[in-house]
């Protein structure tokens, strides 16, 4: 059975809050502690999976628009987020959420965000320092498909910024956001896409193009999610008879699982897209798998239920457990 760490947030308060808990004199103790909370917390959260610690941390948030939802009306999304209490005044918030697995041996970080890209987003650099981990002890970097809010943080500032990690990327995914005639028929909104992906074949030259579902270290294995992207891919971490699999943009804030119909406009195919939900909302549902998607609110952990026929999103009980 997967545990779940009792450290929660405290291990977001960096040295910086306890520094400021020290009474300045001419203000009160709260007013300090409450200046110290709103400008630097850094949400973190930690989960073990057999031999694996995993820890969510996030690059930030983009309101993603009603209209960008396809297969209904804005006005009927908008409708759906309001009753439960998602709605915001510019859409509805996509969090950016990435995973750092940790097994002891080795780091390997599941994506990277949009690094400034799109949205209040480029925290992650913070949250890693937050957790005690350099960019430069990230051994390897799964990237679960090209989009931009993905694959920003590897290339901000036209820098490699995981100098030592080997990078999985898979083949479909690089041919596609390489093709010069695909980026000049997309639309204005992708192509940030294309040209990071660009910068990330450029500075990585030595990355690894993964071909269909294989393991990439003991207990760390690629599943295949395609549809969303042509090389849409998920990470399963699995030991000790406990498992947490990382699905990326297989679900999105306050439409899924409810509708696996509702695709979003960033999608490549969305027919491949919603066949592959259909097929995995109801196997996950009856599996009881334990996931973690990236945009769903921090820090994303949560499993799909079935609730007298119809999917929802359970958020996983994970702080102040074990």
């Known amino acids: 059975?997967?545990?779940?760490?009792?450290?929660?947030?405290?291990?977001?308060?960096?040295?910086?809050?306890?520094?400021?808990?020290?009474?300045?004199?001419?203000?009160?103790?709260?007013?300090?502690?409450?200046?110290?909370?709103?400008?630097?917390?850094?949400?973190?959260?930690?989960?073990?999976?057999?031999?694996?610690?995993?820890?969510?941390?996030?690059?930030?948030?983009?309101?993603?628009?009603?209209?960008?939802?396809?297969?209904?009306?804005?006005?009927?999304?908008?409708?759906?987020?309001?009753?439960?209490?998602?709605?915001?005044?510019?859409?509805?918030?996509?969090?950016?959420?990435?995973?750092?697995?940790?097994?002891?041996?080795?780091?390997?970080?599941?994506?990277?965000?949009?690094?400034?890209?799109?949205?209040?987003?480029?925290?992650?650099?913070?949250?890693?320092?937050?957790?005690?981990?350099?960019?430069?002890?990230?051994?390897?970097?799964?990237?679960?498909?090209?989009?931009?809010?993905?694959?920003?943080?590897?290339?901000?500032?036209?820098?490699?910024?995981?100098?030592?990690?080997a990078l999985h990327v898979d083949r479909r995914d690089i041919a596609y956001w390489t093709d010069p005639a695909k980026r000049a028929a997309a639309p204005e909104f992708l192509k940030s896409s294309f040209d990071a992906c660009a910068e990330m074949v450029r500075l990585y030259p030595d990355l690894q193009a993964i071909d269909g579902e294989r393991q990439i270290t003991r207990g760390v294995s690629v599943v295949d999610l395609t549809g969303h992207t042509p090389g849409h891919i998920g990470v399963r971490v699995e030991d000790g008879g406990s498992s947490l699999l990382m699905v990326s943009d297989m679900l999105f804030p306050s439409v899924h699982p409810a509708d696996s119909g509702i695709g979003f406009l960033f999608e490549q195919d969305p027919a491949a897209a919603q066949q592959m939900r259909a097929r995995f909302f109801p196997r996950a549902a009856e599996e009881r798998a334990l996931i973690a998607a990236t945009h769903m609110p921090f820090p994303g952990l949560g499993r799909i239920v079935s609730d007298g026929g119809r999917m929802r999103w359970l958020a996983a009980d994970w702080a102040l457990q074990g």
Do not use: C
């Open 1 to 165: 059975m997967t545990s779940f760490s009792r450290r929660a947030f405290s291990i977001g308060l960096p040295a910086a809050f306890v520094a400021a808990s020290a009474v300045v004199p001419g203000r009160t103790a709260v007013a300090q502690a409450r200046t110290a909370v709103t400008k630097t917390v850094v949400p973190l959260a930690q989960v073990t999976v057999g031999r694996f610690t995993v820890t969510a941390l996030v690059d930030g948030y983009a309101d993603m628009p009603f209209t960008y939802f396809t297969a209904r009306s804005a006005q009927a999304v908008e409708a759906d987020a309001r009753t439960q209490f998602a709605a915001r005044p510019n859409g509805i918030r996509f969090v950016f959420n990435q995973y750092l697995v940790d097994d002891g041996e080795r780091l390997i970080l599941v994506d990277t965000g949009p690094a400034g890209a799109l949205g209040e987003t480029g925290r992650l650099p913070g949250a890693l320092e937050a957790a005690g981990v350099r960019a430069d002890q990230i051994d390897a970097v799964i990237v679960t498909h090209a989009h931009v809010d993905h694959t920003g943080g590897l290339v901000a500032g036209g820098r490699r910024n995981f100098p030592k990690a």
